[in-house]
């Protein structure tokens, strides 16, 4: 999982990398038109024309290249990519998911380890699902039951893959 995270998120910092590049190349052959771009962006979010080019003309003055990720490409210090920090999250959510459920398969009789399993993670999914929704602020029953159905899913999903390969 953490592998996963590390290269999804490690191409999307190229890609940021490649987009500030070509901007920063676009800030150095045509400034006016950036400009108006950055103008532009400023109009749509409600200033007047005149106020909205003295800005962009500000900003750019102070910080171009920075002014243009943050309003036209929406790259900022916060939102950057950043694949280690993300792949160390993905490593602690998937060890913290498995903890239950491992604890289940270890302390479950061989003839029963499937459904306990299936069944623990089933409550673990709806509590994290509850706790998710509520740090949120949201209604904690429609993220709690996408979040069960999905586990459904997906050992659904696990099962049959095993089956097709002889599992037992």
């Known amino acids: 999982m ?15 990398k490649a987009d500030l590049a070509r901007e920063k190349q676009e800030l150095g052959s045509s400034w006016d038109t950036e400009v108006g771009e950055l103008a532009d962006i400023y109009r749509q979010r409600g200033l007047d024309d005149a106020l909205a080019r003295t800005v962009a003309q500000q900003l750019m003055q102070h910080d171009a290249l920075g002014a243009h990720a943050r309003d036209e490409l929406g790259i900022s210090d916060a939102t950057s990519a950043r694949p280690i920090q993300a792949a160390c999250a993905s490593a602690g959510a998937f060890s913290s998911g498995a903890i239950l459920p491992v604890l289940a398969a270890l302390l479950s009789s061989s003839s029963i ?3 306990a399993v299936s069944a623990v993670s089933l409550i673990s999914l709806a509590l994290l699902g509850v706790v998710g929704a509520r740090a949120g602020g949201a209604a904690p029953l429609r993220p709690t039951l996408r979040v069960i159905f999905w586990g459904i899913v997906a050992m659904v999903g696990t099962t049959f893959v095993g089956k097709i390969f002889g599992g037992s």
């Open 113 to 115: 380890v499937s459904w």
């Open 2 to 16: 953490a592998a996963g995270e590390y290269v999804s998120v490690s191409s999307q910092a190229d890609s940021e």
